[in-house]
């Protein structure tokens, strides 16, 4: 990863994905792009061509860095905007099969497009967004991606099956989720949780899933292939 603010990155060392590193499941160097100046200030960034608010990230800088992270071993390069492709699970499993992916944290008005441009020359180029609102940089965007990725890879979740019943997994949202007490603030577990039908609870869970989709997510519902929603699904 390439940032001015190397230490907006620390968090991905803590935790499972910390753990996940010091077993060797994955490795991670942060450089600081400031690293690639060469005047006393520093500049990583200018006034843009056509006026307008802000700054844009100089290419200069950005080239050498990159010229220097994508050496090596071929890598998918990972660029945050507001502007990118929305950011998904499909995406994220994409991303988890890549031997190398190198990100670049934007900041100001973002990185000159020919660093961008100049990049896809030799490697995969990804401007993707994490969502329709605009941070003021791209780190915290990497945090989400690289948590979303890393979680895929095998060994890092303590039980696989996780990630494989993740939201969207299936195309659909999560249902609710309950543990111990069996009432709490007089709120109930649902009966059929407790029943220990698991056919039954596999299709209430269906159904849960299903309703809480339909509910806050019906462009996933639209999304489907024809043939995800059996008969018991479509009578719901
Ligand atoms: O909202 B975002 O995901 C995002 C990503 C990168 C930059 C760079 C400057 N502002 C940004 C916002």
Redesign the pocket.
């Known amino acids: 990863m390439v940032s001015i603010f190397p230490s907006y990155l620390a968090p991905l060392r803590e935790a499972l994905l910390g753990r996940a590193i010091s077993r060797g499941l994955l490795e991670l160097t942060v450089h600081d792009l400031r690293a690639w100046t060469h005047d006393v200030h520093q500049a990583v960034d200018d006034s843009p061509y056509g006026g307008g608010p802000g700054m844009v990230m100089r290419p200069q800088v950005w080239g050498d860095a990159l010229d220097d992270v994508l050496a090596g071993p071929p890598a998918r390069l990972v660029v ?3 502007a ?1 492709r929305p950011f998904t699970q499909a995406l994220a499993r994409e991303f988890s099969a890549e031997e190398r992916l190198v990100f670049a ?6 990185i000159d497009q020919r660093v961008l441009d100049d990049a896809a020359r030799r490697v995969t180029v990804d401007e993707v ?3 329709d ?6 780190e ?2 990497v945090l989400a991606i690289v948590e979303a990725v890393v979680r895929l890879l095998p060994g890092v979740l303590g039980n696989p099956r996780s990630a494989a019943e993740d939201s969207f997994s299936d195309g659909l949202l999560e249902g609710p989720a309950y543990t111990r007490p069996e009432v709490w603030r007089g709120l109930a577990v649902p009966d059929v949780l407790r029943s220990g039908n698991h056919a039954l609870i596999d299709r209430w869970r269906r159904d849960r899933s299903l309703e809480r989709t339909h509910r806050r997510r019906p462009d996933l519902l639209e999304a489907l292939p024809a043939d995800a929603l059996d008969r018991a699904d479509r009578a719901l």
């Open positions: 945050p905007t507001p990118g944290c934007g900041r100001y008005e973002g967004s994490i969502g609102y605009v941070l003021v940089g791209g915290v965007a």
